[in-house]
């Protein structure tokens, strides 16, 4: 099945190669130790006998001088091919638990992450299967189960692809999957209600599986949806349309804005809403990872002090922990509270919550001014996350972890050995990297590593607008033999570069 499913590499513009600096015989050993040490059922598409050619006909080669970092950056691609299934029905998604049939709740992250994979049809075949009717003439039943963001993940996407097409042809599908959200959990006034568990977020704090709360995550998601429904009915063309969704999404800014601000915790929260009981109309007196999210979609107004919120990320009684961010502040006396269950949303480390937070940083950091957070807090987020990809000293990504120890809390079973509920390589690429995609021709490359701290790395075979691009740092000039300092190259030729680690906009011809 393999051999079938890798038998043409993905066109790449002008007959570039897709590595123009790195040598993927050098990022071998990962995958064979990866391959080695994995006790292997060939349950998924691709078996680990093939995983190294599915690498190297997809995936943007990256080095850099933390080993840690490095690994897991491979690990992940590794493993996300692990979770590439045929569905009974003949479809190819993507799963979150190995072995099981796709869940809905990670789509975004699937997408998030697979928007840099070389070969487009692995993401085209995840939106299809999710969104296009199938064999019954309907999408899956699990579709409106868990929350998402799925059309901001599919525009974030084109923003790397350029595939207009692939938008155009989706474009109804995006329409009915916005509009199944406002049949299933839509208010009168435009806001959403959600239970934690179908956010994905269980067991914690402020939830519950049975109160209609106002939520920060699905208000935000729909916020989301909504900017890239109208930002692509734009780009098709479409201007009554793109109005509609710039109204939806007005609606869901003032919503968050106005009743999930807690002014005195400057926080984002929850708002229990009991219909009946206007007096329970209140704010959780917590505050939960889940107040980061809106940044992901850049929601906030600037210069209305929301970005005071992000002190509570480096604060240890916050969300500070030695193992990374937890999913509530700890200074809370149900920080941690005891459930007889599995999957406490309460205060343990989360990588579906974890790569959340890290985008909304780095959106933040490389779109807004502000004082409460820098490129060493990324960064550091970031080698935190890799240090807590390992169990037994193996890379190992699993559901939650304590965030004193870095345990992992969820017995070592198959099916979340490989866990594809959040991202990593998105956030070395668009973040340490900094890789921002953008419309039109252009590129911005803004690193979000602090001075100082690697004289070196390379990422290498981005296909990015159908050319294939290399970013590299290089602080004496002697290990890539560029020239010194940032380096960006388009198809194999220079065309931008600074002396120091900064922000350059670059022109693509």
């Known amino acids: 099945m393999g051999g079938t499913l890798l038998a043409a590499a993905p066109a790449v513009a002008g007959g570039a190669q897709p590595l123009a600096l790195l040598d993927y015989a050098r990022f071998r050993p990962h995958v064979d130790r990866f391959n080695a040490q994995d006790p292997e059922r060939p349950l998924n598409l691709i078996p680990n006998s093939a995983a190294w050619e599915w690498i190297t006909r997809n995936v943007p080669a990256f080095e850099c001088p933390d080993p840690e970092i490095e690994e897991i950056y491979w690990f992940r691609w590794w493993s996300y091919r692990k979770a590439l299934v045929r569905t009974p029905e003949g479809a190819i998604s993507a799963t979150e638990f190995y072995a099981r049939a796709p869940v809905s709740s990670a789509v975004g992250h699937h997408v998030m992450e697979g928007r840099w994979l070389r070969d487009r049809s692995w993401v085209d075949q995840i939106l299809r ?71 994905a977020m269980e067991e914690s704090i402020s939830g519950s599986r049975t109160d209609r709360n106002l939520r920060p995550p699905l208000n935000s998601y729909m916020y989301g949806n909504a900017v890239a429904m109208a930002r692509i009915a734009r780009l098709l063309g479409r201007g009554e349309v793109a109005r509609g969704y710039d109204a939806k999404a007005a609606t869901l800014k003032r919503v968050v804005q106005d009743r999930l601000w807690d002014t005195r915790a400057n926080f984002f929260k929850v708002r229990f809403v009991h219909p009946g009981k206007p007096d329970d109309d209140t704010l959780c007196d917590a505050r939960e990872q889940i107040g980061f999210i809106p940044w992901y979609f850049d929601l906030p107004d600037r210069g209305r002090g929301y970005e005071a919120a992000w002190a509570q990320l480096r604060d240890p009684r916050g969300f500070n922990a030695p193992f990374g961010i937890t999913t509530a502040e700890r200074r809370h006396p149900r920080f941690r509270y005891f459930v007889a269950g599995t999957c406490e949303w309460n205060g343990p480390v989360w990588p579906f919550a974890t790569s959340q937070t890290l985008t909304a940083l780095g959106n933040i950091l490389c779109g807004r001014t502000q004082s409460q957070v820098s490129a060493r807090d990324y960064f550091d987020g970031v080698r935190t996350y890799a240090k807590a990809t390992y169990r037994d000293g193996k890379p190992y990504i699993g559901e939650y972890l304590d965030e004193a120890t870095g345990k992992y809390l969820h017995k070592d079973l ?17 973040g340490l990297v900094g890789l921002r995609p953008q419309p039109g021709n252009r590129l911005v490359v803004q690193p979000l590593i602090p001075a100082g701290e690697w004289d070196w790395f390379a990422l290498d075979g981005v296909a990015y607008h159908g050319r294939i691009l290399t970013v590299l740092w290089d602080r004496t000039g002697k290990r890539y033999g560029k020239g010194r300092g940032l380096v960006v190259m388009v198809d194999d030729k220079p065309v931008a570069r600074a002396a120091k680690l900064k922000r350059l906009t670059v022109p693509l011809a």
């Open 129 to 199: 299967y999710w969104l296009s009717p199938g064999p019954g003439g309907t999408p899956p039943k699990d579709l409106f189960r868990y929350s998402g963001w799925t059309i901001w993940a599919a525009y974030e996407r084109w923003l790397v692809t350029g595939d207009t097409a692939a938008l155009r042809d989706m474009f109804d599908d995006f329409q009915t999957y916005y509009r199944g959200w406002e049949r299933e959990r839509m208010n009168p006034d435009g806001s959403f209600w959600q239970f934690d568990v179908r956010d």
């Open 414 to 430: 198959e099916r979340g050995r490989y866990y594809n509920h959040s991202t990593f390589c998105d956030l070395v690429i668009n």
